[in-house]
């Protein structure tokens, strides 16, 4: 599984855009890259993946450069609700060393 | 449709206790994983089950650690003799299908919550 990097914490305000990187060097070809969201007291909760350049719902949008070897979770005009960790994951079991890492991921924290 | 759902949700227990934590898949879901967090830190992955098999169980902390999985639904992960830094939640995901030519969405259970005393 590809290792991945991640800011530990970010604050914005309400408003505004929000874009959390992850760097993920040794991505493989055959990887996806899939972001997660944890707010307090709960499990995580998939929030997009993408394979290349951009993925786009209702939630969030992901920026994946022509290399791949980072990517960009952007979150339009965050309220205080989206104060949680967010967690980049890249890879599948079946492919390495069937263990998964999340990471510590990036504790965001929206203001008012 | 039901989510994963992991009973019971909270647990306190005193060291050397035996416990057992249960998760219950999404109908359907092949894939079940197992993961572990502590307090303010990142999820932890155990182990996961496709089918009723394990593939590699060397996540699992130490050998107090076992976990099954029947029938390719409801899982059992069990602590023998548990020590106080097992405190932590014990988060249940499963996925449809591990097919190893796309990354699975893994949809999470609320977790169990672990104290040991």
């Known amino acids: 599984l590809a290792k991945t990097t991640q800011p530990i914490s970010m604050d914005s305000y309400e408003g505004q855009e929000v874009n959390i990187t992850c760097s993920h060097n040794?991505?493989?070809?055959?990887?996806?890259i899939t972001w997660y969201q944890q707010f307090p007291s709960q499990g995580p909760r998939f929030i997009i993946q993408?394979?290349?350049t951009k993925v786009t719902n209702e939630v969030a949008s992901l920026f994946i450069p022509a290399d791949r070897k980072s990517s960009t979770l952007s979150l339009p005009r965050v309220s205080l609700s989206d104060t949680a960790v967010y967690y980049c994951l890249v890879g599948d079991i079946m492919n390495r060393d069937d263990k998964i890492i999340f990471g510590k991921g990036t504790r965001l924290h929206i203001l008012p | 449709g039901a989510g994963v759902s992991q009973s019971p949700s909270n647990k306190v227990t005193e060291k050397g206790k035996d416990v057992e934590l249960r998760c219950d898949p999404i109908s359907g879901h092949t894939a079940l994983y197992w993961y572990r967090q502590s307090l303010g830190q990142g999820l932890e992955f155990l182990i996961y089950f496709q089918g009723n098999s394990a593939p590699d169980k060397s996540g699992l902390p130490s050998d107090r650690f076992s976990a099954e999985r029947t029938g390719g639904s409801v899982s059992t992960l069990t602590i023998q003799r548990t020590q106080q830094e097992d405190s932590a939640v014990y988060l249940c995901?499963?996925?449809?299908?591990?097919?190893?030519?796309?990354?699975?969405?893994?949809?999470f259970g609320p977790g169990t919550r672990l104290l040991v005393l």
């Open positions: 995901a499963s996925s449809l299908l591990v097919t190893g030519l796309y990354q699975e969405t893994q949809y």
């Open positions: 993408g394979y290349k």
């Open positions: 040794n991505i493989a070809t055959n990887d996806y």
